[in-house]
């Protein structure tokens, strides 16, 4: 049996793409979504979790699609991706004065880890106007803190 295409590790051959042509016709009002879905079931195509893997699916029918074996329906919608969109930090007003004197006076000093807090947009706010990159969003796990002098906030740090 000859392979056509390899997606993600996953051969296809002719008998393959004339189940993936039988599927569509037979769900003709039915979304790339859906058909992904159905797909997955009917070959029982999951992930190590026991997911559907119903997104390298639909990569695997849009590879197909542009190698001209199958023809996919229309896409329905073009979902927005919040990520890209992101508002950037709104300003905010903090004293720009230094803060000057012995250390002993402005002691204790309060460091405090702020993700997830009533405090994260402080800090984001404060990397965005303060540092010369500004403030992108991290990806995958980070912590963030503020270093406070009293009720002052005096540093950050965004690990």
């Not at 051959?13 to 979504?33: H, M």
């Not at 070959?43 to 023809?71: P, S």
Request: some cysteine.
């Amino acid at each position: 049996m000859e392979t056509l295409l390899t997606h993600r590790g996953k051969r296809i051959t002719q008998e393959d793409v004339v189940f993936i042509r039988r599927l569509i016709a037979q769900n003709p009002g039915d979304s790339r979504w859906t058909l992904s879905h159905k797909l997955c079931q009917a070959w029982n195509w999951r992930q190590a979790n026991g997911a559907l893997r119903d997104i390298v699916c639909r990569g695997l029918m849009l590879a197909l699609q542009r190698a001209g074996y199958i023809e996919l329906p229309v896409k329905k919608r073009n979902p927005l991706n919040p990520l890209v969109q992101r508002e950037k930090p709104a300003t905010v007003v903090i004293d720009p004065d230094p803060i000057e004197g012995p250390l002993s006076s402005i002691l204790p000093l309060e460091i405090r880890q702020v993700r997830r807090t009533s405090f994260e947009k402080l800090c984001n706010g404060l990397i965005e106007q303060y540092h010369y990159l500004g403030y992108c969003q991290p990806v995958g796990e980070h912590l963030k803190y503020l270093v406070f002098a009293g009720q002052r906030t005096c540093g950050l740090y965004d690990l």
